[in-house]
């Protein structure tokens, strides 16, 4: 069975502080992605990543996949009040299904 | 309007009664899904549909029964619904199963009493 295992859970920080959520498994994935999901709204996508070693930055966001394929981090610069939500990893599932979840990174950040 | 939408945003019932929830895209896009999502359990798969006419079990099917005749429309019955299905309910469309992304819904929360 794929998992996607999420750390850390909850995140509470300050505006301005760095801050980096991991999205790790046991098993290989063909691609990635990063959803932000806010109270009362479904999960919008940020990001996908396909190929192992890649990195992408979205304005303050990066985004790496490992080179195995098995792992990804999302690297937050200078947190912001309106980057507070929920934060899921999700992974292409097994022959071509529907994704696999991660359980998510609650991240609130105060001015 | 564009997107995809589900109806009810709200909806409290009672156990062992049908509840129907909806959800309609305008994309024509081949795939659509049904997740619920739980504190603890994050979003889970509950089923999913390739085209019209076809449809698939996910992690957790039990209880829920789903019906694709238009390629637009997806909705998610609950036969009897039971306290545990209470919960919040998003329904997802995809180009593709995989690597393309999910837009999803705005969700629906369902109350059991």
């Known amino acids: 069975t794929q998992l996607l295992e999420q750390s850390p859970q909850f995140l509470s920080i300050q505006e301005g502080e760095n801050l980096t959520v991991y999205c790790n498994s046991s098993?290989?994935?063909?691609?990635l992605q990063w959803y932000r999901q806010e109270p009362g709204e479904g999960p919008v996508l940020l990001v996908t990543v396909v190929t192992g070693g890649e990195v992408k930055k979205l304005k303050r966001l990066t985004f790496q996949f490992g080179d195995a394929r098995k792992d990804s981090s999302l690297h937050i610069t200078a947190a912001q009040p309106g980057d507070t939500g929920l934060y899921l990893c999700a992974g292409d599932g097994q022959a071509g299904t529907a994704l696999i979840f991660g359980k998510g990174t609650t991240l609130s950040v105060s001015s | 309007d564009a997107g995809i939408t589900q109806s009810p945003r709200y909806k409290i019932t009672e156990t062992g009664r049908q509840v129907t929830l909806m959800c309609h895209q305008t994309w024509s896009h081949s795939y659509m899904f049904w997740y619920r999502q739980d504190l603890g359990h994050g979003l889970r798969l509950i089923y999913y549909?390739?085209?019209?006419?076809?449809?698939d079990k996910g992690e957790v099917p039990d209880g829920y029964v789903v019906s694709r005749s238009k390629t637009e429309n997806f909705p998610l019955t609950l036969e009897s619904a039971t306290r545990s299905q209470t919960s919040v309910y998003f329904c997802a469309s995809s180009d593709s199963p995989g690597t393309y992304e999910q837009y999803f819904g705005p969700g629906t929360r369902l109350t059991v009493t």
């Open positions: 098993s290989v994935f063909s691609s």
């Open positions: 549909s390739a085209a019209a006419d076809i449809t």
